[in-house]
């Protein structure tokens, strides 16, 4: 008995209150006054506090159950809002190197403008900077016009020459290859040389005269002797002259004024050659 009460004591429990509540309420409709009275009375005291406990619980559990969803819908909203912010960032981050791509190219074509001839813009797409060769690749070749020989420059001036070419694709040799050799003239003084790079990838400049007027910081121009490189195109900025005793020829190194390190776009300047010109070009690629 004890086992069975102890197990249904809820539905008796819920059982004994409906049956005193009608009991209560049958009493009062009778107005059997002192045991209705103090019956309701003992009843309300008892049923209070429990159903205000409830309602509270109530309460409670919706407020939680609410703050719970939304924290779902905040969570989901937080991702979504992350992912969108990743997105931006990568446009942002595309539209910024569009922006300088474009800057670059405007820069390359006032160059182009202003060169008197006919110009093909390039992209560089290898290099070889090894202490054996400097050479860089570009995207452009003779599809395009391309032919050996014809100057390759930069915003900031020459990057060299275009030693072998494809249908689709052409290597340029750098100022600082050290079989490079170009005609150069001291924009100030007007004293002419040959600039040919080095080793150390700078540009020594040879057979300056000893008593030549030439200072640390004087630009360097080609003097377009020869007829393979324009004449009046920025090579370099002279960081160091000297006069060695016994020597013939000053020693003067330059400093190129593109940064080969960070070449993107090049200008090729198509002013063909007469004939296959030698000095510094490899031959024809097949």
């Not at 403008?113 to 054996?132: L, P, R």
């Amino acid at each position: 008995m004890t086992r069975l009460l102890v197990r249904y004591r809820r539905p008796l429990i819920l059982s004994s209150t409906l049956l005193l509540s009608f009991v209560l309420m049958t009493l009062q409709v009778r107005s059997l006054s002192p045991l209705a009275d103090l019956t309701k009375r003992i009843l309300l005291t008892t049923i209070s506090p429990i159903l205000r406990i409830a309602e509270v619980s109530k309460a409670t559990t919706v407020s939680l159950w609410k703050e719970y969803i939304d924290l779902r819908r905040v969570r989901r909203d937080n991702q979504l809002l992350r992912e969108e912010v990743r997105q931006f960032r990568v446009q942002v981050g595309e539209l910024q190197e569009a922006a300088q791509e474009n800057s670059r190219l405007n820069h390359l074509l006032q160059m182009g403008s202003t060169s008197g001839t006919e110009t093909v813009a390039a992209k560089v797409i290898g290099k070889d900077v090894t202490n054996w060769f400097r050479t860089i690749l570009i995207d452009k070749g003779g599809k395009e016009g391309i032919q050996r020989h014809m100057a390759v420059v930069a915003p900031e001036g020459l990057v060299g020459r275009v030693m072998d070419v494809t249908a689709r694709a052409s290597r340029v040799q750098l100022i600082t290859d050290p079989e490079s050799s170009i005609g150069c003239l001291v924009q100030r003084s007007r004293v002419a040389g040959v600039a040919a790079g080095s080793q150390a990838g700078t540009v020594q400049i040879k057979y300056l005269p000893l008593m030549a007027d030439v200072v640390v910081g004087d630009r360097v121009i080609t003097s377009g002797m020869g007829g393979i490189i324009p004449k009046g195109i920025p090579l370099g900025k002279v960081i160091r002259s000297s006069r060695p005793n016994g020597a013939l020829f000053q020693e003067t190194e330059v400093q190129a004024l593109a940064d080969f390190s960070r070449l993107e776009e090049v200008m090729v300047l198509k002013r063909p050659p007469e004939g296959d010109l030698p000095s510094g070009g490899g031959k024809r690629l097949p």
